[in-house]
């Protein structure tokens, strides 16, 4: 039982540092300053946004495969991933920068709209409607 849950361990241990080394620093640190323009992010909120773009793009590089093989999976999954950036951001924003993110949530849902209206017009099912949305992100 303790080799197995031993082997166990080191397994998980070299599968999180494999997910690690997929996050390119270059990425990460374009994306913070990024937002850190966008925002006027003090250093405090600068290393969370490393934190949350790393996480980001280590999730976005996990579903990778999933691309080629189960289309509709990934985009699923990659508007949830997009959903919990959004949600990690608003926690980490001040009042004072929340306005700017509200202005670029509603930017988004003007396009959605759009999409599914010019969608709906040309008869498109609710399936490629939605997956429409999702190819948005």
């Known amino acids: 039982m303790k080799p197995t849950l031993a082997l166990l361990f080191t397994i998980l241990a070299f599968s999180t540092l494999q997910a690690q080394e997929k996050v390119d620093p270059a990425a990460v640190e374009k994306a913070v300053d990024k937002m850190a323009q966008q925002y006027q992010l003090n250093a405090e909120q600068r290393e969370q946004a490393a934190e949350i773009q790393t996480r980001r793009l280590r999730n976005l590089a996990e579903i990778a495969p999933l691309q080629k093989t189960a289309y509709k999976q990934y985009l699923q999954k990659k508007h949830f991933i997009r959903e919990a950036t959004q949600a990690s951001l608003r926690r980490m ?45």
Do not use: F, H, N, Y
């Open 93 to 137: 924003l001040t009042p004072e920068q929340m306005p700017i993110l509200k202005q670029q949530l509603l930017e988004r849902r003007k396009q959605e709209s759009k999409l599914i209206e010019r969608l709906k017009a040309e008869g498109a099912s609710q399936e490629d409607i939605q997956i429409a949305i999702w190819e948005l992100d």
